[in-house]
Each structure stands twice: as C-alpha cells, then as structure tokens.
C-alpha cells in the first residue's frame, strides 16, 4: 500500500512538473523537478532543507567516532529492520529523525528549527548584498539619468553600464561553477573576525560550498539593483522631462547606430514595437558635446527613448540575474546531494544497516566492546548552585532550576563561540552574588566533545578561581538516573583534564529541592562541610 502511494504521488509530481515546464519555459523546470526528486528520493516529506540535513548528518557523522563500531552496527541495524518492518525505504532524513527521537525524548525536544543557527553568517552576507545592492540602484540610476538642460542624457554611457552589469553577472555565474574564490582573503577576515578560534565541524562541509553561497548573495545584490534601478527610472520619467541622445567619439553614422540600437532590441522587437527607437530618432538625437543643445521641434521627442532604456535595462540586468540567481540555486542544490551521496560516513552508514549484527547474549562479550572506562574518581551528590548551564540541548528534565531566583544558561551545541563567550560573562557577573558553584548539565549517552574542553578552559580563566564546577550528566528518560557505563566515561574525561578541577554529580530521581541559596547561606554550609 505504501509503496502504491509514492508511485502515484512519483506520477503527480511529474505532471505537475511537466505542466509547470509548459507554462513557464525550460527554466522553471530544474529547481521545481530538483525539489520533488529530492524529495521522493530521501523521504515522503523533507521536513529539513537540503543544506540543513548535510549539516546535521555531517555532525551525526563526526559524533560517531567516539562511539564503539558494534554498538553503531547494532543502532543502525535495529533501525534498517524498523524501516523494513513498516515497509519504509532506510533513509538519511528518516535515519537522523530516529537519532532525534533516541536522542531528544523530552515532548517538544526533536522540532524543526526555521532557521539553521549555523548558516546565521550567511543570512547575514546575502541580507547585506541585498540591501547594499537596492540602496546603490537607487543612487546609481539618477546619475545616469543627470540632466541639467545643458546636454541630453547620453544612451551611450548607459547602454556601456549595462553592458558592464551584464559582464559582472557573467563573470559570477561562472566562477561560482569553476569553484573559483577571488574574495577567499575577505570572507577569511569576516570569519576570523566571528570566530577567534578554529572553525566548528559544520564549518569544514560549509567550506565546499562557499562559492555557490557566495554566488547566491552576490546575484541577489545585483538583482535588488536592477529591480531598484528600474523603479527609480519609472519614477524619473514621470516627475522629470528627460532629453535621451547619443553621443560618441568614433566615425559612426545614425544608420550603424540605428543597426546596433535595432539588435539590441531584438528581445522585444515584436513584444513592445514603440520600445524600438526610430532611424529618425536616432538620426535627430545625436549630439556633440561642443554643440548647443538648443531647442528645435524634435527635442521633444527626445525622451521617447526611455522605453529602449526600460527594455534594455530589464532584459540585460534585471533578467540574466535572475536566470544566474536560478541557476546558482539549483547548482548549489546539486552540490549538497553530491557532497551528501559522497559522504565517507554515509558508505559506512549504508553497511552497518545491510548487514547482520551478531547478537550473542553474553553480556561480558559484549562489555568488552566497550572502551575501558575504568576510573579512581567517585560521583558526588549535586551540590547547592544558583547557577545552571543546559550543554548542546541538554533539558532539565529533573527541575534543577525551578527555583525562580536560579540562572539557567544554555551554551554548545548550535550556539555559535560568540554566544558561549556572552555566557561566560554572564556567568561571571552572576557569581560575584551567589555561590560559587556553577553545574553543567550533559547528556549522559553522549560522549564529551572537544568543544567542551574548550568551553570548559574558557570558563576557568573568567570565572573566579574558586568556582566549583559540576558536571551533572542526565539519562535519556526523563525523572530517571544515568546508567553506570554513561557516568563512568564523564568520570573519565574529569581523570583526564585535571587541570580544569572538575567533579562529576549524580542527580537523584524524585522531587528536588530548591537549588539556590544566597551568599550568605553559603558560608554557613561551608562551615559545616568537612
């Protein structure tokens, strides 16, 4: 039955299609088909964007590599034969939502984000060429089009500046598929500017697709400019009397002008006829700088020029950004699918599902497959902190912050360094009135990242040398404790970073107290302890 379903939904989407490629011409058809072929080829919805599910996949894929390969067989296999059981093809979206649900089962925990955190920078770089893009038509356009009565506007210069906005657009279409980065050294900058330190895991599959990202932005600059640059045309010719002419240096005559001006306007020759200017015009509108302008009948039929320039400036600036822009979108999408199907992970993803894992039942067998995780250090209980950090999406399914006077932070993960940094300063400001103890909530199935060693360094030379930092790792069920195996890797990440003075806590099941106490309180208590 399911299999019916996506055969019938496979022929509507190609009727669609195929409609839409009749109304709308060939350039419709490769974003549209791109879209429902990729979607018909990695799930029945695709509940994330092609570049989104890269990422994630790309981090799944890195967070694996601390795991043991028979447990990763074991997951992936049980997950292949859940697919096969709902007759359900084991895809890569439907393969990260079982991790999500695995991963995350607190309600709410696992929902799509609108927006990728991580692609925040270049959200940021588009918005910017976009709107540096309109302002600089809206200005660009009244100079061009200058008339102070002296000299008519010469279509020269403007068909030479359209010409120049056709060669930019050009040259970008084409270093965008040459992978070409002319601008490497001042996207560099910005970076380094963003991120003091080394580039996150997400950042190393993003590289390989600057150029298509960079491509984008910058046609939908020059597409904002064109559009702006039309308006403030329109407008122009209805407050103003504009006076077109042309003008050259060179030994040409108004019949080689009128050839050139006629195969310029080829696009819309039979579309807009009165948009074709005229052998008369041309030959009564030509001017020379020395000469007076003068007044005469024909000045005012000067300005029926300004249709040729409409024309020209929508179908040689407004038309091939949009056609660039279109394509950019679809080789940008082309890129992702193949930086995706030739993922290194996903091979070792596709094997660990097709093949059989062995199951033995015994338990010492498979407790070696585990990495030793043997340790000296003992867990504490959770100790009284009026200050809370939620790390990589840990929730606080045991309302160790429920008390209302408590601050609870939450770093890691998708947060970007800047907003750890803010943090850390928070934190910072927040211990000079409480008690020095801060605890950091983890997840316990997860293992400890190289990014939290750094948040973690970070943190000790902010925070006053006394704070007291707890490591508090949860269970995957909420109200429940951590197995022993998951404590026992955060008590070996403590053993191995002594210089960070850590500890490692348990939290206990139930109803728990109110967590935060003043300072005052806090001497008290420190009296009592041992």
């Not at 939290?452 to 269970?475: G, H, S």
Request: aromatic fraction near 8%.
């Amino acid at each position: 039955m399911v299999r019916h379903r996506s055969r019938v939904c496979s022929q509507l989407c190609m009727k669609f299609n195929s409609s839409i490629s009749r109304a709308f011409g060939l350039a419709a058809w490769p974003r549209i088909g791109l879209h429902f072929r990729y979607e018909l080829r990695f799930g029945k919805t695709m509940a994330k964007p092609p570049m989104t599910l890269l990422l994630d996949f790309d981090d799944q894929v890195r967070l694996d590599r601390d795991q043991p390969a028979a447990f990763l067989h074991r997951r992936d296999r049980r997950f292949a034969l859940d697919c096969d059981s709902n007759h359900e093809r084991p895809t890569v979206p439907r393969w990260l939502e079982y991790l999500d649900r695995v991963n995350r089962p607190a309600p709410g925990a696992s929902q799509v984000r609108d927006q990728d955190p991580r692609l925040g920078l270049w959200r940021r770089v588009t918005s910017g060429f976009a709107l540096a893009g309109a302002v600089l038509g809206i200005l660009a356009m009244p100079g061009l089009l200058f008339y102070d009565g002296s000299q008519q506007i010469n279509v020269t210069v403007i068909l030479a500046f359209i010409l120049l906005q056709l060669l930019m657009a050009l040259a970008t279409g084409l270093q965008s598929i040459a992978g070409w980065q002319p601008w490497r050294p001042v996207l560099h900058g910005v970076l380094e500017r963003i991120r003091p330190s080394p580039a996150g895991p997400a950042q190393s599959v993003l590289r390989e697709l600057h150029p298509q990202l960079m491509a984008r932005a910058a046609h939908v600059g020059g597409l904002m400019f064109g559009l702006t640059g039309l308006l403030t045309l329109l407008v122009l010719v209805v407050v103003q009397d504009l006076a077109f002419g042309w003008s050259t240096t060179l030994d040409t005559g108004p019949v080689a002008f009128h050839r050139l001006i006629d195969a310029i306007a080829t696009p819309w020759q039979n579309l807009w006829p009165a948009a074709v200017p005229s052998l008369d015009l041309v030959a009564q509108s030509r001017f020379f700088r020395l000469e007076d302008a003068g007044t005469s009948g024909a000045a005012a039929h000067w300005g029926a020029w300004w249709r040729f320039v409409a024309m020209s400036w929508l179908c040689y600036v407004i038309l091939p950004r949009m056609l660039f822009l279109t394509l950019t979108q679809g080789h940008l999408r082309l890129r992702i699918r193949r930086l995706l199907a030739n993922h290194p992970g996903l091979a070792a993803l596709r094997y660990r599902m097709a093949t059989p894992a062995l199951e033995t039942g015994n338990q010492e067998a498979a407790d070696q497959e585990k990495p030793n995780l043997e340790t000296h250090l003992n867990v504490h209980p959770v100790p009284d902190s009026a200050t809370v950090i939620k790390w990589a999406g840990a929730t606080d399914s045991l309302a160790l912050t429920r008390a209302s006077s408590a601050l609870a932070l939450c770093a890691g993960g998708t947060a970007s360094l800047r907003a750890d940094g803010q943090t850390l300063e928070h934190i910072r400001q927040h211990l000079n009135d409480v008690v020095h103890v801060v605890l950091i909530l983890v997840r316990a199935w997860e293992p400890p990242t190289g990014e939290l060693v750094d948040f973690l360094e970070d943190a000790r030379e902010t925070w006053p040398t006394d704070t007291q930092i707890a490591l508090v790792p949860l269970a995957s069920l909420p109200a429940t404790v951590p197995d022993g195996h998951h404590l026992a890797q955060w008590l070996r990440f403590v053993e191995r970073h002594p210089d960070l003075r850590l500890m490692v806590s348990r939290p206990e099941p139930g109803p728990t107290r109110a967590m935060p106490v003043s300072l005052s309180g806090y001497h008290a208590k420190a009296s009592a302890r041992p």
